[in-house]
């Protein structure tokens, strides 16, 4: 190794004679001769295996974030953490790993999206696929019977990325769940009116809440004559009809899973229809559905949750439909998914989904999968989409060309004069203990006309100017940035004038 080191040295100072050579023009012949001693000696270090090109770019389904991103991202979440808060819920936080046994049959057919880690220490670890696995096995192992809980953290998913759509490798998740025994439908609708809340506040368009029941469909396809066996997978396919033709699922279900095509068919004529509770009332008239003891619960409690839905005022934003499947095995029982709507291009058209921004449901039973007695613990939750949502509202900016502010400064603090750095030190510092977000220029002389261009490129809206006159009187200048208002103000009242001036309502522009 040594000796290696001794011979990269020779090559460091040689290749140190040529480029001397070469700036004073010395003649091509003493030029060459050098040149063939550096390649005798790079010859001696043998193949140069270590400097592969390293191509710099972020892995595969997943992004850097720039302040301003983060600006945007930071003020989305701001807007779902108040209302989880609002509605009276706690936050936990688990490991971004599991055992891979927790995470294992969980999730049907999207099991293979499991991204698995190497063995560690004797464990077979997974990274969470989501955050509601993660909460059931955190009610079994500390023996919760009741909370009501939010969680935002990233979640990963070994999935082909389609980046340009919001759908990535590496993702967060923000889950409102409510665990506990109660009468039915009053915290499923609880949740419903989070998410209509949380779309509204974050005035990203219209959007329509798709809702149906497990219940429901499995009678339906016990009715339609699906065997047992194949309710998750026909499930599975029927989920896909908000991207797919009713012919393509019909395909996927006869072709790729054995169906029998009268049996699509008649499948076929339940799940394209969507409606109201006009439509519950119907189906609970439905002379083979109404039969079916799991339908006939689905149904029931439907018509219950729509009650509850008129009377939080969100009815009309919720549609019950037979095509939503939602392909998670631990879902048993009312399932929801809130689409954006596309404006329709013309008069009388129905408004088209554009894609899913948050989604959940009733998971009774998922609990009961870890604990070592069976216990079950009731669950119903929803999940905000925030990747999709952050493209959108990004999208939106650019579009209207707005400039989103990446800090919080509230002042800064300049000088008119030079010479006065340990005036706007000390003022700093007092703003900074008194909890202002307050910023300085850091040169010991600045402009002012520099400390003024700084605030309009950072949007800083104040700026307290301190001068040899300001001083003498006690007082600090304080300039609006925006109407370039100057008053004085006493400087035992700046901060709260500060504060006064800066209180603003949240908004995500």
Request: aromatic share 6%.
């Amino acid at each position: 190794m040594a000796e290696r080191a001794a011979v990269e040295e020779l090559v460091r100072l040689q290749g140190e004679r040529v480029r001397v050579l070469k700036q004073q023009k010395a003649s091509a012949e003493q030029i060459e001769e050098e040149v063939a001693k550096l390649l005798k000696l790079k010859a001696q270090l043998g193949p140069d295996e270590g400097k592969q090109k390293f191509v710099l770019k972020t892995p595969k389904g997943t992004r850097d974030y720039s302040p301003r991103q983060m600006a945007v991202r930071e003020k989305v979440f701001d807007v779902i953490i108040s209302c989880f808060k609002r509605h009276g819920a706690e936050v936990i936080d688990t490991p971004v790993f599991e055992l891979k046994e927790t995470l294992t049959g969980k999730y049907g057919e999207d099991s293979k999206l499991i991204y698995d880690l190497k063995d560690q220490g004797g464990e077979l670890l997974s990274l969470r696929y989501d955050l509601t696995v993660p909460f059931a096995r955190y009610l079994a192992m500390n023996k919760l019977t009741n909370i009501k809980r939010y969680h935002i953290a990233k979640v990963y998913r070994r999935d082909n990325p389609a980046m340009t759509r919001g759908r990535y490798r590496e993702f967060y998740q923000c889950d409102f769940d409510i665990a506990g025994q109660f009468d039915p439908m009053i915290p499923d609708a609880e949740c419903l009116k989070i998410m209509c809340e949380i779309l509204s506040s974050l005035q990203i368009g219209d959007f329509l809440v798709k809702v149906n029941d497990r219940r429901i469909l499995d009678g339906m396809f016990a009715i339609c004559g699906v065997p047992d066996s194949k309710f998750r997978t026909i499930c599975s396919s029927v989920d896909k009809l908000d991207k797919v033709s009713w012919e393509e699922v019909k395909n996927e279900m006869v072709g790729e899973k054995g169906l029998a095509p009268e049996v699509a068919d008649r499948i076929g004529d339940y799940v394209q229809q969507h409606g109201g509770v006009s439509l519950v009332e119907e189906l609970l008239q439905d002379p083979e559905l109404s039969q079916n003891k799991q339908a006939l619960e689905g149904l029931g409690d439907l018509k219950l949750l729509f009650e509850y839905l008129t009377l939080f005022g969100i009815a009309d934003k919720i549609s019950f439909d037979l095509s939503l499947a939602r392909g998670l095995d631990y879902y048993t029982g009312v399932i929801y998914e809130a689409v954006l709507l596309q404006t329709p291009v013309r008069a009388g058209e129905e408004p088209l989904g554009v894609g899913s921004v948050a989604a959940g449901g009733r998971y009774d039973g998922l609990v009961g999968m870890f604990d070592p007695k069976g216990r079950k613990v009731p669950c119903v939750g929803l999940s905000i989409g925030v990747e999709r949502i952050f493209s959108i509202v990004e999208q939106r900016l650019e579009a209207l060309e707005e400039k989103v502010r990446t800090t919080e400064t509230q002042v800064l603090v300049a000088s008119a004069q030079k010479k006065l750095l340990e005036e706007r030190l000390k003022l700093i510092s007092e703003l900074w203990d008194a909890g202002i977000k307050a910023e300085l220029l850091y040169k010991k002389n600045p402009k002012l006309l520099n400390q003024l261009q700084y605030c309009e490129e950072a949007g800083i809206p104040l700026v307290a100017i301190i001068g040899e006159q300001e001083l003498k009187d006690g007082v600090i200048k304080l300039r609006s940035v925006a109407s370039r208002e100057e008053v004085d103000v006493r400087r035992e009242d700046l901060v709260e004038e500060i504060k006064r001036r800066t209180s603003q309502p949240l908004c995500i522009c």
